[in-house]
């Protein structure tokens, strides 16, 4: 089953996006499955899916340097946050840029 939903990601100086945190050098292709990668980081629960939200909201994240992007998500699993954390999280393994 695919979804629809919203990640934030890192803009770089050139235009290209990245993850906000976990492996975080890596430039992300629109319009290609991307599968979600283990990638242990000191300071992160270790949870190897990509992040996701139902809105692009996520009130705990800063905006500056980032840009909020439909997603289109398969293999995935909610997971509840508070709302101050952009309330339900979608942890997907999979997802395709869409804009």
């Known amino acids: 089953m ?5 990640k934030l990601f890192r803009v770089l100086k050139s ?6 945190f976990i492996n ?18 000191k300071g992160f ?9 139902e809105k692009p909201n996520a009130p705990h994240l800063s905006n500056k340097n980032r840009v909020w992007k ?3 998500i ?4 909610e997971f509840k ?6 309330g339900t999280w979608i942890l997907s393994e999979e997802i395709k840029i869409l804009e």
Request: with cysteine.
């Open 24 to 41: 975080k050098t890596r430039r992300l292709p629109i319009g290609k499955w991307l599968k979600a990668e283990p990638h242990p980081t």
């Open 2 to 6: 695919e979804k629809t939903v919203y």
């Open 81 to 86: 946050r508070p709302a101050s954390q952009g």
């Open 74 to 77: 398969r293999n995935f699993k």
């Open 70 to 72: 439909r997603v289109l």
């Open 15 to 20: 235009g290209e996006i990245t993850s906000l």
């Open 45 to 53: 629960k270790f949870r190897p899916q990509w992040h996701c939200t």
